[in-house]
């Protein structure tokens, strides 16, 4: 899943003794080795989740290759407008192999290896497909269901007469695709916040081994469960393993304590308006903006992307788009009489939401616990003052 370069040499060097493959098909053909490669987790976010590609081998002409599919072009056209819209391109690129696992060495970042010794036919069909794939490299890349791993994942068990398949693979785990993304980011980080504010509902549901697979780690582990002492279909190589495992690592402070420190900010404020008998209206203001600003996104993410993952999306239930209109209602002198109203709507959304929660229909975020309370104090108060300033023109 990271970014580099085409490697135009070793494509022709690939293509040369593929076609040099067909030629012999009708041969035993014992001179190819096919291998998973799966690497570990990297510290940045793009390299949480590790990597796959397929090792392939030409006894004969001692050339070894990598099959990446999680080659992407930061300067491509659009691809900052196509990665919000869902529709980021990848592309499928041919690499030295000692180049790609220098890097991955470089990095300490574990390298295994599963070297899978099919049988002639479906050796000959994944060369042949592999080759193929070059023809047209591109690809919508999708991060739950079309990604370097799942790719690699339905090479190896649709296209060789089920010798990698097992019915297990069917079975649905407790697992669900935000689970698992979490065991990767933590929860308490940046990344994981982020992920948890953009994707709905539909990555809380358990998922099956085989959807499990978008994670190189899974598939990895797939494959283990495969070696059995009776048989030779693979074999097992740990190519790199450094001392300590890595993981993703964030530096600035998580956002449990930055969104406690705003969420006790939020509450003292309100306390003292309270207190003073005050009214900040830029506070409430600034939450309106905020909230709608988000929601915004989340309805666009939800209805008008390709991220299947970001359907079902009830943040918008606290991060509501409609709060942009109180925004114009606060600006106001005296707001309109149907604010209080609408402060009410916004607290029995985020009742709601806390439903939600407990009953599973959707995990939120914890970091954004504070949030929610922080803004079910400041949104009860907002009613006591709306409601007083009524009052006081009334008189």
């Known amino acids: 899943m990271k970014k580099y370069s085409l490697n135009i040499v070793y494509l022709f060097v690939l293509l040369f003794f593929s076609f040099n493959t067909k030629a012999e098909s009708s041969k035993e053909n014992k001179e190819f080795k096919i291998s998973l490669l799966s690497v570990g987790e990297g510290q940045s976010l793009a390299d949480a989740f590790g990597h796959t590609g397929i090792r392939v081998v030409d006894k004969k002409t001692n050339n070894d290759v990598i099959f990446n599919f999680g080659i992407y072009d930061y300067n491509a056209p659009n691809f900052y407008s196509n990665f919000v819209k869902g529709r980021p391109i990848y592309k499928l690129g041919v690499q030295n192999y000692r180049a790609f696992t220098k890097n991955y060495i470089r990095e300490n970042r574990y390298i295994i290896e599963h070297e899978i010794n099919l049988d002639e036919k479906s050796t000959q069909k994944i060369i042949d497909l592999l ?55 933590n929860e308490n980080s940046w990344g994981a916040l982020g992920i948890d504010l953009c994707l709905g509902a539909v990555m809380d549901r358990q998922i099956s081994l085989r959807e499990t697979l978008f994670l190189p780690e899974k598939l990895m582990q797939y494959m283990d469960t495969l070696i059995k002492n009776d048989s030779k279909l693979i074999t097992k190589n740990i190519i790199f393993s450094p001392q300590k495992s890595l993981s ?35 506070v409430d203001i600034l939450i309106y903006f905020i909230t709608g600003t988000l929601g915004i996104l989340i309805i666009y993410l939800w209805f008008f992307s390709n991220h299947f993952a970001s359907a079902q999306n009830f943040n918008f239930l ?78």
């Open 131 to 185: 080759v193929k794939n070059l023809e047209k490299p591109n690809y919508v890349y999708d991060y739950l269901r079309d990604n370097c791993s799942t790719r690699v994942a339905d090479l190896f068990i649709e296209e060789t007469e089920q010798q990698l398949y097992n019915s297990e693979l069917d079975i649905i785990t407790e697992n669900s695709y935000r689970k698992l993304i979490h065991s990767k980011t």
């Open 248 to 282: 993703y690592n964030e530096k600035q402070p998580s956002p449990f304590i930055v969104n406690s420190l705003i969420s006790l900010l939020l509450i003292f404020m309100t306390y003292f308006n309270f207190k003073n008998r005050s009214w900040n209206k830029i």
């Open 318 to 395: 606290w991060a509501f788009p409609f709060n942009l209109i109180m925004v114009y209602a606060l600006l106001r002198k005296n707001p309109p009489n149907w604010t209080v109203n609408f402060v009410k709507l916004n607290i029995i959304l985020i009742v709601l939401l806390f439903i939600h929660w407990v009953t599973g229909v959707q995990k939120y975020n914890i970091t954004l616990l504070p949030i929610f309370i922080a803004l079910l104090v400041r949104y009860t108060y907002l009613i006591i003052q709306i409601k007083k300033s009524e009052y006081e023109d009334l008189h």
